[in-house]
């Protein structure tokens, strides 16, 4: 296992943190409260074991049962080997004391007297605006910290570049930040500049979701053939993140023995700095296809524009072809901040005649109004 520094805390940590997130359920459903214990403690331990000292949890996963989990595997001395981190259920605090209510429920679910690394859970600016502030949150989190429950403080964040700026730059005593972030989300929430914002201050950071909630572990078949085929495409997707100077860990979501066993060879291959230029190239190209792929070819060239109707076909399109590779609640915001909708389509096919692409557009607009009309 190769460590790096956690930030300014002089704490070393494994390049590989163990997310509990997707733990082996004995339902199949990936989130259940049904988790298998005896995989999910073994998985974890073997992990231990390996040299991984860093298992990351939180409140809401697995239904809240990660927690509970996650403190019995860590009996039996591995809680000793183990820095331990979890995330304040930021949204349910309704009052300054419920903070602490949280938490001392956490710490008995854990069974242990202190969390290493406490997150506040899923920051945006609502939350900042609406809990933190409003409650006095960050007041609470040191008081617990100077009570030895807490050790560092840091928060996981769900928003876009600005709001990552104001709640970064909102208290100058954050320990680290957790991010997500993959070769794909180089520009979306805190993305490349929010990095390089977080490696300035010199803070510790976390990342997760390097494999875009796992679809960059079995790419489209266009990504899958930009990357070269002396690494898999989990592989490329993590060294792409340990090759960042001011990442201190990454974390993986593992749900099988054989995904930890994997991952554990792949960080003992892992470095700073350890891609070349051609390599860094390559991602860009997978980039370019990833963010390019499309349902539907429009090049957007606006032969069809204007429609007689008010529909904007390319803007529809667009919306549509984000389906797949953007969460549908963000392609539904694109797709209904429009003022005509693909329903508003009579079929008169002037639009046909036009497109250089030969897009069946009337075939498609009845196809795109019933995805997101049922979504």
């Not at 999910?40 to 949890?57: L, Q």
């Not at 000793?80 to 009052?95: D, F, G, H, N």
């Not at 495409?233 to 930890?260: C, K, N, R």
């Not at 096919?349 to 069946?360: A, D, F, G, M, R």
């Amino acid at each position: 296992m190769k460590y790096r520094e956690f930030g300014k805390t002089g704490i070393m940590v494994s390049a590989l943190g163990f997310g509990a997130m997707r733990l082996p359920t004995t339902d199949g459903d990936p989130g259940s409260r049904n988790i298998d214990v005896d995989k999910a403690v073994g998985m974890i331990r073997h992990a231990i074991d390996s040299g991984i000292n860093y298992v990351d949890t939180a409140y809401l996963y697995h239904k809240y049962s990660s927690e509970t989990l996650v403190g019995r595997a860590l009996q039996d001395g591995y809680r000793e080997k183990t820095y331990l981190a979890t995330k304040s259920p930021v949204w349910k605090i309704e009052k300054p004391e419920d903070f602490d209510k949280y938490l001392d429920e956490q710490l008995g679910k854990l069974q242990t007297d202190h969390i290493d690394f406490y997150l506040l859970h899923a920051m945006n600016r609502d939350r900042w605006d609406n809990v933190i502030l409003k409650h006095d949150v960050l007041k609470r989190a040191e008081m617990a910290k100077a009570a030895g429950k807490i050790k560092y403080i840091g928060f996981s964040f769900h928003d876009d570049l600005d709001a990552f700026k104001l709640i970064l730059d909102g208290y100058d005593k954050w320990d680290f930040c957790q991010i997500q972030y993959n070769y794909i989300d180089t520009d979306t929430q805190a993305g490349l500049e929010g990095y390089n914002m977080v490696k300035e201050r010199g803070i510790g950071l976390v990342i997760m979701e390097p494999l875009l909630g796992g679809k960059l572990a079995v790419p489209p078949i266009q990504v899958k053939n930009a990357l070269d085929s002396s690494r898999t495409p989990v592989e490329w997707a993590f060294d792409y993140i340990w090759d960042h100077e001011g990442v201190s860990l990454l974390l993986s979501g593992m749900s099988t023995m054989e995904q930890v066993e994997e991952n554990l060879v792949f960080a003992d291959r892992s470095g700073k700095g350890m891609l070349t230029e051609p390599e860094k190239e390559m991602f860009k190209k997978a980039k370019t296809i990833y963010d390019t792929m499309a349902l539907v070819p429009c090049t957007k060239c606006q032969y069809c524009m204007p429609c007689p109707f008010g529909l904007n076909i390319p803007g529809i399109f667009e919306a549509y072809n984000s389906t797949a590779i953007k969460k549908m609640d963000e392609s539904k915001g694109l797709y209904f901040a429009m003022e005509t909708l693909a329903d508003a389509c009579t079929a008169c096919k002037n639009c046909e005649e036009q497109c250089p692409q030969n897009i069946k557009v009337s075939e498609i607009m009845p196809v795109i109004d019933k995805l997101f009309a049922n979504s």
